[in-house]
């Protein structure tokens, strides 16, 4: 039944495929999280009126944020090819998107952190401040914690972004669903391949949405 | 405990310099109950402010529980913050925590085990009375039981000194009496020195030992309470005193009153202190041949005395309503007769 209407699809293939965008998304998004915190934190603090405050170092890390944001990823998947060499040792292979993804996606990232974090209750920051807590608490226990709902929400709309990106990476030859439904569903010409990839990607976007919203709901105690 | 010696706050602003604060000078004792009143913009919370450092002044100096928290920075001064405590209008409880956590948070920030954290919150819980709340997060808690979640934070860390940055000015006037009645409680019982800013005389007469007066960055009068109520010397002091005694509302009524008798005469009598405790009105029928009616009356009480006014209506013979008059004034109450 299946294989009538789906004559050209290899399931291992597919389920191969299925499993490489896995990797690229879940590899690259503890990366993003991570890098997106600290520079999300950064900017936020440097702020104007900020803790610590410093306009000179504001001005830079925002100029980086917004460069590594404007380039469109396919553009940066090339130019960093010499990193990737270096970081992953081969330029080809699900490992090889990685370096791209990340540098693409934690930008991004960040400035939904330093939106998050602008959200948190300016006087919260100050009666903590008024009972002796030293900027690593401040960060730790207050500014994270009361702004956790946003970095989740955040973050899962970097992570749905991050699997149209690994989509792309195809190109890299990273594999993956989007390198599967390219290389035969588009350019075999066969259509049933590109619709099962489609699909199975649009399972797991739902599925990562689903799962953003479920616990920024169970976060949020305001 | 508190010494605040000729502070002065310069602000930058677009327009220019902006002085929020004006050569202030303050001393407030230990185990007091301070208030400073004001409208907004007055200073006042600059002022307060500037009691834990969150708003360093530009001249003059600052010292609050040995700590000279207008020059000291870093570990030091987060370690007088500990025992300068302070409380909001606004609460600021972290939304992310329980009752029992926000509690628990300055000890945290100090380093106390879990286990005497746990123990200290208890208490305090009791002590401010949110007894079966300690799991609810904030948005499950009323305004008053916000602020009750904020005081018990803030007493957390044992703290010599409290300050109120206008605690009582977002709840409704029962709450904020409850909310008041806390913290002479807590004052009497830990002997806690309390500064607190707002803009309700109310909360000044109820609470508060001595007063500031403050209007466009100045301290313009400075003195007990009940000296205030009494003679209030500067306009706006006036103003604030009539907050609770709605004269003019009174004097309207009175007027119309007056009016209305056309024999005898009307007396306001204002007590301040023991004085309005005496049995004036009785003494006053059992001495003279004449007749009291009591046309309207209100007694306050404060943190050291009471204070009040009543309107008498005096009739029957002229002579004997002098006599009434002058024995009045042989009291120790202040006594006008007002005039049709």
Redesign the interface.
């Known amino acids: 039944m299946i294989e009538k209407f789906l004559p050209n699809v290899d399931w291992e293939m597919m389920w191969q495929a299925t499993v490489e965008t896995l990797f690229m998304t879940g590899f690259s998004i503890i990366f993003t999280f991570l890098l997106g915190i600290i520079l999300g934190i950064l900017l936020f603090l440097t702020e104007k009126g900020n803790m610590w405050s410093n306009v000179v170092i504001n001005k830079i890390l925002s100029a980086i944020v917004n460069i590594f944001r404007s380039i469109p990823f396919i553009i940066l998947l090339v130019l960093l090819i010499p990193l990737t060499i270096i970081l992953v040792g081969s330029m080809i292979g699900p490992k090889a998107a990685l370096p791209a993804l990340i540098i693409g996606a934690a930008p991004f990232y960040a400035r939904l952190v330093e939106i998050g974090l602008r959200e948190v ?1 300016k ?2 920051i ?9 900027p690593i ?1 401040i960060i730790f ?2 500014l994270l ?2 702004s ?1 709902p946003a970095l989740v929400s955040g973050i899962t709309v970097t992570t749905i972004a991050l699997v149209g990106s690994t989509a792309m990476a195809g190109v890299i030859g990273a594999g993956g669903l989007g390198n599967l439904a390219y290389l035969q569903g588009f350019q075999r010409g066969q259509g049933d391949v590109t619709l099962v990839a489609t699909v199975i990607i649009l399972i797991i976007v739902f599925i990562i949405q689903f799962i953003g919203d479920y616990i920024t709901k169970k ?1 949020d ?2 | 405990m508190i010494n605040i010696e000729a502070v002065k706050k310069i602000y930058a602003a677009k327009s220019g310099k902006v002085t929020a604060v004006d050569d202030v000078n303050l001393n407030i004792d230990a185990g007091e109950i301070f208030g400073v009143i004001g409208y907004s913009g007055a200073g006042k919370s600059t002022l307060i402010r500037m009691l ?1 450092g ?1 708003e360093i002044p530009t001249t003059g100096e600052v010292s609050v529980a040995g700590y000279k928290v207008s020059s000291i920075k870093g570990k030091e ?6 025992e ?3 409380i ?1 209008q ?1 609460f ?6 329980t009752v029992k956590e926000n509690i628990s ?2 000890l ?3 380093g106390i085990k879990k286990e005497a954290r746990e123990k200290k919150v208890l208490e305090l819980i009791k002590l401010v009375g949110l007894e079966g709340r300690e799991d609810a ?3 499950q808690l009323s305004g008053g039981q916000k602020q009750r979640v904020g005081i018990a ?1 803030a007493l957390a ?1 044992d703290p010599k000194v409290l300050l109120c940055d206008e605690a009582t000015s977002a709840l409704d006037p029962q709450t904020t009496d409850s909310i008041l009645d806390l913290l002479v409680d807590i004052n009497k019982r830990l002997g806690l020195t309390i500064v607190l800013i707002t803009h309700e005389m109310h909360v000044i007469r109820k609470i508060c030992h001595r007063v500031a007066v403050m209007e466009a960055g100045k301290v313009v009068e400075t003195g007990p309470v009940i000296e205030v109520f009494k003679k209030p010397k500067k306009e706006i002091t006036k103003r604030f005193v009539q907050q609770v005694i709605e004269k003019d509302e009174t004097k309207d009524t009175i007027e119309q009153i007056v009016a209305q008798y056309s024999t005898g005469k009307v007396v306001m009598l204002g007590f301040v202190g023991e004085s309005a405790e005496q049995p004036i009105i009785t003494n006053l029928i059992r001495k003279f041949e004449i007749s009291v009616n009591i046309i309207q009356g209100k007694i306050s009480p404060t943190q050291n005395g009471s204070y009040g006014t009543l309107y008498i209506h005096l009739d029957g013979e002229k002579d004997e309503i002098e006599l009434a008059i002058q024995y009045l004034h042989s009291q120790d109450i202040s006594v006008e007769v007002i005039e049709a």
Do not use: C
């Open positions: 209750d006087g919260v100050e009666a903590a401040k008024s009972m002796g807590a030293t608490t226990k207050v914690p009361e956790m976060l105690k305001r | 834990n969150l001064l987060r370690k007088a913050r500990q300068i405590s302070m909001f606004h600021n409880l972290l939304w992310s925590r948070f300055p945290e920030i100090i997060y904030p948005s934070r860390s």
